[in-house]
């Protein structure tokens, strides 16, 4: 045998045995090299599959696909007219909860902005009017905006919210809008929005200045 050097590539020595399974190369015969056998063969799955998914939907066998775990037949479904229902804990779009009186819960007190690491919510507080016994104790937001594209849908602002007055429980999601303009929600709009149980008040209580129930100072009475 020829002294193998660095430079000289390797080769199998002649008669050495084989080893492992040989596989035979293909015979490329006219049908295969024509392709035209497997094109037929391909279309008629597809066909077939296409007929029998027409029938089942043509008279309402098809399993829902939203409901049903499917092992075969059609996976997809026809958004946006079906929609998976979303799980339970789904941050949607955000609303501003109302009180009774259908005024927002919200008191302007700046914690949900501040919480928002894209800083995309805008509050701008007002004083509620003299006379009004909230004056004082709390204010309203006069402007109330946020910027649903730049939101990250984190939750952070709902978590840090001490009165119950935002929330992402609308089931919605955020809307392919074509314009800047579109995705800046303001506080009327955040106000028209419900919860998945169609409410746009809270459960959780909500005291009232001034009403006998309401835990902060009583500064008339100056009795803390
Ligand atoms: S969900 Fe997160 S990013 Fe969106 S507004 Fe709330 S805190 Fe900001
Ligand atoms: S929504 Fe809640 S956290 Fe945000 S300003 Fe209003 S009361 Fe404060």
Known sequence: MPKRTPSTPWTKPAGAPVQGKVIPRPRRTAEVQSYLPELFRGMAITM?????????????????????????????????????PYPERFRGLHRLTLRD???PRCVACLCCSTAC??????IEAGEYAEGDKRRGYERFPKT???????CIFCG????????????????????????????????DLLMEFTGRDGSRTSANPRHEPGDPSHPGLSREQNDH
């Open 156 to 187: 952070f602002c709902v978590e840090a919210c001490p009165c119950d007055a935002i929330r992402m429980d609308t089931g919605i999601h955020a809307t392919p809008y074509d314009s800047r303009e579109q995705f800046i929600y303001r506080k």
């Open 144 to 150: 109330f905006v946020i910027d649903e594209l730049r």
């Open 117 to 122: 690491p894209a800083q995309c919510i805008h």
């Open 48 to 84: 077939r599959h296409f007929f029998k998914n027409t029938k089942e939907m043509m008279l309402g066998q098809k399993p829902d696909p939203v409901l049903e775990a499917l092992n075969e037949g059609v996976t997809t479904i026809c958004y946006p007219e079906e929609k998976r």
């Open 101 to 103: 009186d259908g005024s």
